[in-house]
T-cell receptor
Framework: QKEVEQDPGPLSVPEGAIVSLNCTYS??????FMWYRQYSRKGPELLMY????GNKEDGRFTAQVDKSSKYISLFIRDSQPSDSATYLC????????????????FGKGTKLSVIP | NAGVMQNPRHLVRRRGQEARLRCSPM?????VYWYRQLPEEGLKFMVY????????ESGMPKERFSAEFPKEGPSILRIQQVVRGDSAAYFC?????????????FGQGTRLTVV
């Protein structure tokens, strides 16, 4: 079982639809949860950052973390053609030694197309 | 405020040659993470460096790959004797702290093609 599972899609929705993206993970040590957006041939751009469980909202985006189920979600309301991109979930744990790395473990990404 | 700069953006190397990928962090950032994105795969952690120190290289292949982050100048990811399987996009991210949080930013990547 991979540490982070994410359905690669592709996912195609009409403009204005609500989009739901999600990831499951197996490592209970993960404490930090992120969603990145990556346009073709570009670097990942951080969309949402959450520590531990709970919900976070930013404009049209809502991130949810359920640590008991090891499940995270990203919702996009009123989706726009400009939201067409690949969405990557990522997570990290506190390093065992305080000075270690907060390396991110990524899902494979879900490719989203929003059709006008 | 310039972002994280990676160069070259595209690099073509023949099998057996060396590849040098550069990452200039954002101003004030002294922590650099390198990730590799293979075709149809997610990003995979390679190495975490602070100025003049390799902190965590647990994701680096044991042979042919090395990284440095000198006191002056960019961080360098070096791949010796490249093989076709090294073809990928290589991204670096810089941060003012250890953590990869809202203050950390990725560069646009270097796309390495080995022919």
């Amino acid at each position: 079982q991979k540490e982070v599972e994410q359905d690669p899609g592709p996912l195609s929705v009409p403009e204005g639809a609500i989009v739901s993206l999600n990831c499951t993970y197996s490592n209970s040590a993960f404490q930090y949860f992120m969603w990145y957006r990556q346009y073709s041939r570009k670097g990942p751009e951080l969309l949402m950052y959450t520590y531990s469980s709970g919900n976070k909202e930013d404009g049209r985006f809502t991130a949810q973390v359920d640590k008991s189920s090891k499940y995270i979600s990203l919702f996009i309301r009123d989706s726009q053609p400009s939201d067409s991109a690949t969405y990557l979930c990522a997570m990290s744990a506190v390093p065992p030694s305080g000075a270690g790395s907060y390396q991110l473990t990524f899902g494979k990404g879900t490719k989203l197309s929003v059709i006008p | 405020n310039a972002g994280v700069m990676q160069n070259p953006r595209h690099l073509v190397r023949r099998r057996g040659q060396e590849a040098r990928l550069r990452c200039s962090p954002m101003k004030g950032h002294s922590h650099v993470y390198w990730y590799r994105q293979l075709p149809e795969e997610g990003l995979k952690f390679m190495v975490y460096l602070q100025k003049e120190n390799i902190i965590d290289e647990s994701g680096m292949p044991k042979e042919r790959f090395s990284a440095e982050f000198p006191k002056e100048g960019p961080s360098i990811l070096r791949i010796q004797q490249v093989v076709r399987g090294d073809s990928a996009a290589y991204f670096c991210a810089s941060s003012p702290r250890q953590t990869m949080n809202t203050e950390a930013f990725f560069g646009q990547g270097t796309r390495l093609t080995v022919v």
